[in-house]
């Protein structure tokens, strides 16, 4: 597996502790940064991310900015992506499940009441289901432009 990964400088410390957990777990990553505290703009590095995704051979992305939110939506502006902002492992791995989401976020300053790195697995070690959830997704992706 292969992910490519990007924050903003809410997100320096979650990133390095996701990609301590991916290596780990044996997936390759491509890290974009920010490694620095110093502020940047979180639309910049989802663009980047996106543009890399889009490169080829990536199984999935993973955004984080403060709280998630700011570097979700602007990936999501972009064609082609569905990014989810879960909450709990549950969400997480629903959104594999149902939404075959090829990006997940989080907040590098939001207190999950899991470690983040679980949630992070059951996102990664979930399965689309297609079926009717194949329908929604071709149904949402139509939306873009609208
Ligand atoms: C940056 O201060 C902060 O706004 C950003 O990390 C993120 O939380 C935006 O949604």
Redesign the pocket.
Known sequence: MKAVIAN????VQLAAEILRHLSARGIETTYLGTDKEE?VD?PDYAEKAVNEYRKGGYDFGVLI???????S?SANKMDGIRCALPQNSYAAEMTKRHNNANFIAF???IEYQEPVTAILDAYIDAEFEGGRHQRRIDKMMALSGK
Request: proline share 0%; glycine share 42%; aromatic share 6%.
């Open positions: 903003d400088h809410g997100g502020s979180y900015c403060g709280t998630g939110i700011g570097i939506i907040g590098g300053r």
